[in-house]
């Protein structure tokens, strides 16, 4: 079998795959009617059909493009017949697709007693809101079926071989490859270079995008709203926690998975020290931020202390078991005198500046801000320090690392603890800004969403972990639009980064230290070798 | 000359295999020493019980007159035993230079706190670090390779990496194990002046384990032979090749008198 042929028949399945798939679970409407809500149409009643020819020929657009890329032969001819194969064989299968289910529908079978979001409607919306089914009749019309698989398969062929095209002229040529090597240069720090990579890595490119930000941090949580205050709040309380567990697992190597523990202790100390029912302790909130992150802190080293000799799937295991003991002890009855039990505390303290209140919501973003600040600038010192690297040589070989004489032990339990401090604080804002917490708010489930929030974002990388928890908890925020399908939508993001980018969106570049500062770097040869930034 | 490494009836059992059995090693200070030794002899084995990464059964290692045995690994590197690895062990997710500055590790003072405020202490200790691992690049050949990730230099210069990562903690006595593996004859051949350099330059001790015979009679000053975790002999290159009880252990059985016949019909 030639080359085209095999690839035309492998995108066109995946393709034709999709297309049905979203097409039964009714995607395909949801998203035409997202499509027609940015381009301003009106969205009741029946979706125009030019929002699902725009999603179709999207979806084949990118098969055609995965059909003619990386081709051995590497020719126009050879391209557009990939292109060609996989349209029609997409169209082909969304052909007998569009016959298959027309010829049910005329039978008068409701396909929603198999797959609930399956109307009538949603064929009719397929078939380009022909109408397929004549309603006098009650009956299947065949030549408008026909017409409309027609449709089908053509829009497949013409999509598909414009996306060969495409990847073949452009793709392919000498722009792109341009574009990928300032792109992945300015991912680095270098100095020297040309072009973009020279006005990103330019002093006061550098400080202009600082005070950009700047300003944006003070200005963004007085203007967008309650609403954005609560999201990017919860987005921020996550990137304190991914950065303190990036610590423990990014940079230190161990796969902690009961990170959730900390964040109870940081919440449930902060808040018993502060409400007036259990204990009536009534701290203020400053010291009583302290003491979360220290006991936290000292939580850390104590799990620390039985773990150290565990490596990989054994230390994921205990440490799982570690935060869910800590979920069930706050719970259980033995300790509800002082913690409450499942009821949670509530009338947690709320901040406050020089003797003013500081707890509007306006004012928790300062403090998530502030917080996140301080803690990035306390993880980007360390992580480029002795400490730092002593803790990526664990890492990468414990036992290498020992015989250079570092002390594995130590660093393992410094790096335990200040992560634990940092989920400490974490904690501490969290319940503060709830008002409440309870054993639900530290479920397995956190420390699962931190965990892959640094695996998003890309390991021991900083702005990876911002990145991360802007995918992992804004996005899903942003995806309120899909409803149902938003757990869909989310896992397809996430399932597509991993193919993308497996390193993680923004993963770590080493700091250059060998060469002078404003010394010029005449080596371009690591970027020629593309296995560079890939896994070895 | 006083003797820097001593072991004394050192044994190392895995359950009922000996690996290494009641060794007397004893290596003088500024000695290049050599173990050799068939597969499995256990050259390994006492590296590793001196290096501190298994704790012997029986018997006593020396380090300048102090018993180390059963010492933790960072302990002893601290103390100035360095080591590298048959299969090169590097830091392979970090720099070549970041390797060096790590290899530095127990010589250096700054707590994670320094770094965090910026003390004058971290600035100075930072600075000087850099510097001794610039320096230590260049004492190895590897100029300009520096920011390079570790795992994507070529195996040579992986092998002198690991060679100056040991370097970077100043010890007094070195064990290379297995330093020419899968090098060519003009590798190996650098190395083997390398090797002689080091000795020369810093006044290391240098224990190493070879299988390449040239190399091992070209700068041993001092050879042990190893056979199933016995020592079976000792002494100068000169003697150790004439030695029947190690051509038997190379050979077979026999050997000897067969290489004996040899050289008299020569």
């Known amino acids: ?536 | 000359m006083s003797t820097i490494l001593e072991t004394r009836n050192l044994s190392k059992f895995f359950g009922g295999l000996i690996a290494v059995n009641s060794v007397d090693l004893s290596v003088p200070e500024q000695a290049i020493a050599s173990i050799i030794g068939p597969n499995g002899a256990g050259k390994t084995t006492l590296f590793n019980c001196t290096s501190g990464f298994y704790t012997p059964e029986k018997g006593e290692v020396l380090f300048q007159d102090t018993p180390i045995q059963g010492q933790s690994t960072d302990t002893i590197a601290t103390l100035g035993i360095a080591r590298t690895y048959q299969n090169i062990r590097l830091f392979s997710n970090m720099t070549a230079i970041e390797n060096i500055i790590v290899g530095q590790h127990p010589r250096l003072r700054t707590s994670w706190f320094d770094a965090v405020i910026i003390s004058k202490r971290f600035r100075n200790e930072e600075s000087s670090v850099i510097e001794e691992g610039r320096r230590l690049l260049k004492y190895v050949g590897l100029e300009g390779l520096g920011d390079h990730l570790a795992r994507n230099l070529p195996y040579g210069a992986q092998r002198r990496l690991e060679i100056a990562r040991a370097l970077a903690n100043q010890p007094k006595l070195l064990l290379l194990d297995e330093p020419t593996a899968g090098m060519n004859p003009n590798e190996t051949e650098e190395m083997t002046k390398f090797i002689k350099r080091l000795r020369d330059d810093l006044g290391i001790t240098i224990l190493l384990i070879e299988h390449d015979m040239h190399v091992v009679m070209d700068i041993s000053d001092q050879i042990t032979v190893l056979d199933y975790g016995t020592k079976i002999a000792e002494g100068a290159p000169k003697e150790i090749q004439s030695n029947p009880k190690v051509i038997e252990a190379y050979l077979g059985p026999g050997a000897a008198v067969l290489s004996e016949k040899y050289r008299r019909k020569k």
Not at chain 1, 181 to 199: E, N, R
Not at chain 1, 331 to 349: C, M, N, W, Y
Not at chain 1, 353 to 374: C, E
Not at chain 1, 444 to 470: D, E, Q, R, Y
């Open chain 1, 1 to 536: 079998m030639s080359t085209p042929i095999k690839n035309g028949l492998r995108s066109g399945a995946i393709s034709s795959i999709i297309v049905i798939f979203i097409t039964i679970i009714n995607f395909l409407q949801v998203i035409s009617g997202m499509l027609g809500k940015l381009l301003g149409s009106d969205t009741t009643g029946m979706i125009p059909i030019i929002n699902l020819i725009i999603i179709l020929f999207i979806i084949g657009f990118f098969s055609g493009l995965s059909s003619a890329k990386e081709r051995e032969p590497d020719t126009w001819r050879a391209a557009l017949l990939s292109g060609l194969y996989t349209g029609l064989f997409a169209g082909v299968i969304l052909f007998v697709f569009s016959l298959v289910i027309g010829a049910v529908a005329a039978k008068g079978i409701d396909l929603r007693s198999y797959l609930s979001f399956f109307a009538p409607q949603t064929i009719q919306q397929y078939m380009f809101n022909l109408e397929v089914i004549d309603l006098e009749l009650a009956a299947l019309v065949p030549g408008v079926v026909l017409t409309g698989a027609v449709y089908h398969l053509a829009l497949q062929v013409a999509a598909t071989v414009i996306g060969s095209i495409f990847v073949r002229g452009f793709v392919r040529g000498e722009w792109r490859k341009n574009l990928m090597i300032s792109l992945s240069q300015s991912t680095m720090v270098t100095t020297g270079g040309s072009g973009l990579k020279q006005f990103l890595n330019n002093r006061y490119t550098k400080y202009g995008f600082f005070i950009i930000l700047f300003v944006l941090l003070i200005v963004l949580p007085r203007v967008w709203g309650s609403y954005w205050n609560y999201i990017m709040g919860t987005v921020g309380i996550y990137v304190l926690l991914g950065l303190g567990l990036n610590i423990i697992v990014g940079l230190s190597g161990q796969l902690v998975l009961g990170y959730v523990a900390f964040f109870a202790i940081g919440a449930y100390s902060f808040a018993l020290l502060t409400a007036p029912v259990p204990h009536n302790l009534l701290w203020n909130f400053w010291p009583a931020v302290g003491a979360a992150i220290f006991l936290a802190a000292v939580a850390g080293l104590l799990l620390g202390l039985p773990i150290l000799n565990l490596r990989g799937d054994y230390l994921a295991i205990v440490t799982l078991g570690f935060g869910e003991i800590i979920r069930n002890l706050i719970r259980s009855d033995l300790l509800t005198p002082l913690t409450l039990g499942p009821r949670g505390v509530r009338e947690i303290a709320q901040p406050t500046l020089f003797g003013n209140p500081f707890s509007s919501d306006i004012d928790f973003m300062y403090l998530i801000i502030v917080a996140v600040l301080i803690l990035i600038y306390i993880t980007y010192r360390i992580q480029n320090s002795r400490t730092g690297r002593a803790w990526l040589s664990i890492k990468d070989d414990e036992t290498v690392a020992r015989a250079s004489g570092v002390n594995v032990y130590k660093y393992k339990l410094l790096a335990l603890s200040l992560g634990a401090a940092f989920a400490g604080l974490g904690g501490a804002i969290f319940a503060s800004r709830n008002l409440f917490t309870g054993p639900e708010d530290h479920i397995l489930m956190v420390s699962i969403n931190v965990l892959c929030l640094i695996i998003v974002g890309g390991m021991g990388s900083i702005p990876g972990v911002i990145l991360g928890a802007f995918a992992l908890k804004g996005i899903p925020e942003m995806l309120r639009d899909f409803e149902i399908y938003r757990m869909l939508a989310f896992g397809a993001l996430l399932v597509v980064m991993m193919i993308v980018r497996p390193e993680g969106l923004w993963p770590t570049g080493r700091p250059k230290l060998e060469k002078y500062k404003g010394e010029d770097e005449p080596e371009l040869q690591t970027l020629d070798n593309p296995s560079e930034s890939e896994g070895a």
